[in-house]
């Protein structure tokens, strides 16, 4: 057991290393705000990851996670009165109920099936936050107040970088942890024969429905963050190009591949910022990105290097 | 009376734009299982394509032809470029080059037009035809008869061509069709060509009613994805009656309910069916082999 532990942590160490050793290299604020911003990101796509890479069930709806996370910082304290930081579990409890409801009908779904359901169910919310202006301030979002944390206000990039490398890094350690457990390793079952594994007493729908609300979890507070990062959020946070990105990095960066998710994150995140003088090429070059990665890098990033490099991911 | 009439007549015009999208799903799907999610794009850059060879100078008749046949050929550089070459991948990487193709061809139109909206005008005026109380463009009226000619287009060269019966045996079974001699791989390339010229039809055809701008086929694709899923995926009959369906549900709960949440009506119509019907109105049921 500790053997494991160790060889799980000693996994991470690396990606911790370069994280803590990055901002050596930060020449301003401003670089510090990009990796703030692929970390909050890597978080979400890692919890997308245990969903899609080791259960193997698409969700093309997980922005709609981001925005409840988002605008349940945004409201609570604006409206209630409630502390940030209360919020953010908040948040996360809400996503996860709402991920355990709309969770039980739709994961029986497969495939295409499967792809367009939880399509619907982000696009809904997008709409529901457009909408409901009294609450959300509609189509120009709302402000978002800082957090604070016991007198200490978190705010500036830096904090931001350190904040959500640490909580990226918590949610790498745990998602490790979730798949070298019984509960893992029968996802990965589900993963291989859904009929294989049920024969082999594997609940699966409940398996299922477990990772479904993790990885809800997961984009909540990662949403949390992103609005508390920004200071205001918007409805786009749950829209489906949104959730079209956090597909994006879980492929790009590899599925199944927690390092591969940070990648991804980073790839998807950096780009656009590296494009804006060709601001209007940008989309044009995303779009374009996207195909070539797929095609021609269909396993993801990571893997593919792993396999080159001749041993496992 | 005439509110119902009023709202059952703008139901069935955006439903058999609908109907459009979701027929070009449908032919794809059953050629490649090919979920296109660029098929908006097509309605958008045939609308898109003949504004600006308007603005131009071309007569717009011309400007029209050129723009399906501009379309055609995205459509046929997407199948070669980026369907063929993935031949065998996974539904979500399928799924996600599509949409990598979607947010492409949007970047490009952004680029090569512009971000307004764009109108195109009326074919027979914009004098509204009055009946029991509802009034009626006369390019609704348009719509509806461009939309039922392509269908029955699409029906007679399915039905009674050697081709279109390729492309049914190809949608049967693609080892079997291969084996009498079809070439599949040209088939699916057809099935994406005849997609994409439907899809510039209907954007030919609803540009005057409801501008177009380089961002329109987005929500245009969730929704006729919509259309499709209800109706049954694979059934192009059931792409036809969901798209009316849907139009119509959108109409009557905006006229209704609420305009508000008019664009919500097609995702809940998608998750209730789901979850009701898989197999949608139309669709067959599908036995998993195991």
Redesign the interface.
């Known amino acids: 057991m500790r053997a494991l532990v160790t060889h799980r942590l000693a996994a991470l160490a690396p990606v911790a290393a370069i994280i803590v050793a990055l901002p050596a290299f930060f020449p301003s604020a401003y670089y510090y705000r990009v990796a703030a911003l692929v970390l909050i990101f890597a978080l979400a796509a890692v919890g997308l990851n245990l969903l899609m890479g080791f259960a193997g069930q698409v969700s093309l709806g997980h922005a709609g996670f981001l925005g409840i996370g988002g605008y349940v910082v945004a409201i609570g304290p604006t409206y209630f009165a409630l502390p940030s930081w209360l919020c953010i579990v908040g948040g996360a409890v809400v996503s996860g109920v709402v991920a355990f409801v709309v969770g039980r009908p739709i994961l029986r779904l497969k495939g295409h099936y499967l792809a367009v359901a939880t399509l619907g169910f982000g696009v809904l919310v997008a709409i529901v936050l457009t909408n409901e202006a009294a609450w959300t301030g509609g189509p120009d979002g709302m402000s978002v107040p800082r957090l604070v944390l016991f007198e200490w206000r978190v705010r500036g990039s830096d904090t931001w970088y350190w904040v959500a490398g640490a909580s990226f890094l918590v949610g790498a350690v745990l998602a490790l942890n979730l798949i070298d457990s019984p509960t893992g390793r029968a996802l990965r079952a589900i993963h291989d024969s859904e009929i294989a594994s049920s024969v082999l007493a594997i609940d699966v729908a409940r398996k299922k429905l477990t990772v479904f609300v993790v990885s809800a979890v997961y984009a909540s507070v990662a949403g949390s963050y992103l609005a508390l990062f920004n200071g205001h959020v918007t409805p786009d946070i749950a829209g489906f190009l949104r959730s079209i990105e956090l597909v994006a990095m879980v492929v790009l960066g590899g599925m199944g591949s927690i390092a591969g998710s940070l990648v991804g994150a980073a790839v998807i995140v950096v780009l656009p910022q590296t494009l804006t003088a060709l601001h209007d090429y940008e989309h044009m070059v995303l779009g374009l990105l996207l195909m070539v990665f797929m095609i021609f890098l269909r396993r993801g990033v990571v893997p593919s290097l792993a396999a080159l490099a001749g041993r496992p991911a | 009376m005439a509110e119902f009439l009023q709202f059952f007549f703008s139901g069935l015009t955006v439903g058999a734009i609908y109907a459009l999208v979701a027929l070009g799903f449908t032919l794809i799907y059953n050629a490649s299982d090919v979920?296109n999610f660029a098929q908006g794009e097509f309605v958008m850059l045939g609308g898109m394509t003949t504004v600006f060879l308007g603005l131009a100078g071309v007569p717009l008749p011309l400007a029209a032809l050129v723009a399906v046949i501009a379309t055609v050929a995205v459509g046929l550089a997407l199948h070669r470029f980026?369907i063929e070459?993935?031949r065998g991948?996974s539904?979500?990487?399928l799924?996600?080059?599509t949409?990598?193709?979607?947010?492409?061809?949007?970047?490009?139109a952004?680029?090569v037009f512009d971000k307004r909206f764009h109108g195109l005008p009326h074919l027979f005026g914009t004098e509204p035809i009055r009946l029991g109380g509802a009034a009626i463009l006369p390019q609704s009226l348009v719509v509806l008869v461009g939309a039922a000619c392509v269908v029955v287009l699409l029906w007679l060269f399915i039905d009674r061509t050697l081709l279109g019966k390729a492309v049914i045996a190809t949608a049967a079974n693609r080892l079997a069709a291969r084996l009498v001699g079809i070439n599949t791989g040209r088939i699916v390339g057809l099935s994406f060509a005849v997609s994409a010229a439907i899809g510039a039809v209907a954007g030919l055809l609803v540009t005057p009613i409801a501008l177009t701008s380089y961002d329109v086929g987005?929500l245009l694709a969730?929704k006729g994805?919509?259309a499709a899923?209800l109706g049954g995926?694979g059934s192009a009959l059931g792409a036809v009656v969901g798209g009316l369906l849907l139009g119509m549900f959108e109409a009557f709960s905006a006229g209704y309910v609420s305009s508000?949440?008019k664009?919500?009506v097609?995702?809940?119509v998608?998750?209730a069916v789901?979850?009701a019907m898989?197999q949608g109105l139309l669709g067959r049921g599908r036995v998993e082999r195991?």
């Open positions: 979920i980026a070459p993935a991948a539904a979500v990487t799924i996600m080059i949409i990598g193709a979607s947010i492409f061809l949007r970047g490009a952004q680029v987005t969730l994805f919509a899923m995926i508000k949440y664009d919500a097609a995702f809940l998608i998750l789901l979850f898989p195991v």
